[in-house]
């Protein structure tokens, strides 16, 4: 299990991010056969 405090301190906690700003929720919704 991975604290928070562990997933901030590292770059993937952007992708990580489920906020309007994270790349992999712009994907997403960029995506048509999401």
Request: aromatic share 2%.
């Amino acid at each position: 299990i991975l604290h928070k405090e562990s997933i901030e301190s590292e770059p993937l906690k952007f992708m990580l991010d489920d906020s309007e700003n994270s790349p992999v929720v712009n994907l997403l919704k960029s995506c048509p056969d999401n």
